[in-house]
């Protein structure tokens, strides 16, 4: 009887290989065929799941942005926490988890550098992928005010904030030896404290 496959398991293999080949030869000497050899599967078997390099990384993006945010959708709304302490967890995760997984970080910053320079910006892309993550923050500030525990804010520039801080750690991690990345937590939650009613009860 034939071994069953998992494909999904495969395909994050090959992914998981990708990356690896990518940050090692660069993203434009890079082809499926050497990722290929190195997963221990034939050309025509990576075809049956990625057309080309470029669709590995779109899938990438997706997988990580769409696993992120499913986890933090489902803390978010499972939890009695203060609105405040809620983000601010969610916060604090996700840079703790860029920080343990700072190879794959760097392959993927790396990736996208590599393509910018080729004419090709993925900017939209990575909005796309996180517009999700932007708008359950609004969400949770706009509960927090009507239940008291944030004051009264512009929610949209506020979750604009936090995003860019994250991204600026994200990269940071990628490419910064000396990133002090209890800093940058200290910072986002100094932050986010601004914020809180209870830091600030007659605001």
């Not at 600026?168 to 991690?173: A, E, L, M, R």
């Amino acid at each position: 009887m034939p071994k069953k496959i998992d494909h999904e398991q495969r395909k994050e293999k090959i992914l998981q290989t990708a990356l690896k080949v990518f940050a090692r030869e660069g993203y434009r000497d890079s082809n499926l065929s050497l990722i290929a050899t190195e997963c221990g599967i034939s050309r025509p078997t990576i075809y049956q799941y990625f057309k080309d390099k470029e669709e590995i990384y779109y899938y990438a993006v997706k997988l990580v942005t769409g696993r992120m945010f499913n986890k933090y959708a489902s803390f978010a709304w499972s939890t009695d926490q203060n609105y405040i302490v809620r983000i601010t967890n969610i916060c604090l995760d996700i840079m703790q988890t860029a920080s343990e997984h700072e190879g794959e970080l760097t392959s993927l910053v790396d990736v996208m550098l590599q393509m910018k320079k080729e004419g090709r910006d993925f900017n939209e892309i990575i909005l796309r992928r996180t517009a999700k993550l932007t708008i359950l923050f609004k969400r949770l500030l706009r509960m927090g005010i009507k239940e008291g525990d944030i004051i009264g804010c512009d929610v949209n520039r506020v979750a604009d904030h936090l995003l860019l801080l994250l991204e600026s750690s994200c990269f940071q991690v990628a490419f910064l030896d000396t990133f002090d990345m209890q800093h940058s937590k200290h910072l986002v939650s100094t932050y986010l404290a601004f914020y809180s009613a209870k830091a600030f009860p007659s605001r």
